[in-house]
């Protein structure tokens, strides 16, 4: 999968330098740099992190029959817009990239990779649809249709009790405080 001598120059002249600072950087341990480096190989997104951390095209890095492998699977891979979806759903969510991949149970370098490319596995999307079930699973396919599918009324009560709940709350919150702002008023205009 890898050219070990050209990953290797690659590192030392990037802004890393040491396979200390690229391990950390890459998120794994000195150990696990080095087994990568002996076996000559890695998972596929940690082969396309260590493209990006070192600003380098795939195939500075790659071996011959990896590359071949890489330019068969781009020859078959199309853009789809799912990537853009997916975004959309991430944001609209409120979520951050790590969280929104703890919830489907992927990795957050998985999850980088299907946004930046484009495009996924049917297996995400079935992650998505699982575990995210108010997701239109037209939507996040094609883009058609709504992104969030209409639930009925009972299904909202819950989240809305919660709400009124934390409204009231504030409510109280802000009475307190507009309290404790009148005395001190009052007791600043008395000190004068």
């Not at 999968?1 to 391990?23: C, G, H, N, P, W």
């Not at 000195?30 to 992190?49: S, V």
């Not at 299904?155 to 405080?177: D, F, G, S």
Request: proline share 2%; charged share 35%; with cysteine.
């Amino acid at each position: 999968m890898l050219d070990v001598i050209k990953l290797r120059s690659e590192i030392k002249r990037s802004q890393y330098r040491t396979f200390k600072a690229f391990a950390q950087a890459l998120g794994i341990t000195e150990q696990g740099l080095r087994k990568i480096f002996t076996e000559g190989r890695t998972k596929e997104d940690t082969f396309f992190l260590i493209c990006e951390l070192l600003n380098t095209d795939p195939v500075n890095i790659a071996s011959d029959e990896y590359l071949e492998i890489l330019l068969k699977k781009k020859q078959a891979e199309t853009r789809t817009g799912i990537g853009k979806r997916i975004r959309e759903l991430i944001d609209r969510k409120n979520f951050k990239d790590i969280e929104f991949a703890a919830s489907i149970g992927v990795s957050k370098s998985t999850l980088a990779t299907v946004l930046k490319r484009d495009n996924c596995q049917l297996e995400i999307v079935q992650r998505i649809l699982e575990n995210h079930r108010d997701v239109s699973a037209e939507w996040i396919v094609t883009g058609s249709s709504d992104m969030l599918k209409l639930t009925p009324m009972h299904h909202v009560t819950e989240p809305e009790l919660q709400y009124k709940t934390k409204i009231r709350l504030l409510e109280e919150e802000l009475a307190n405080c507009r309290e404790t702002v009148k005395n001190l008023n009052r007791l600043l205009r008395e000190k004068r």
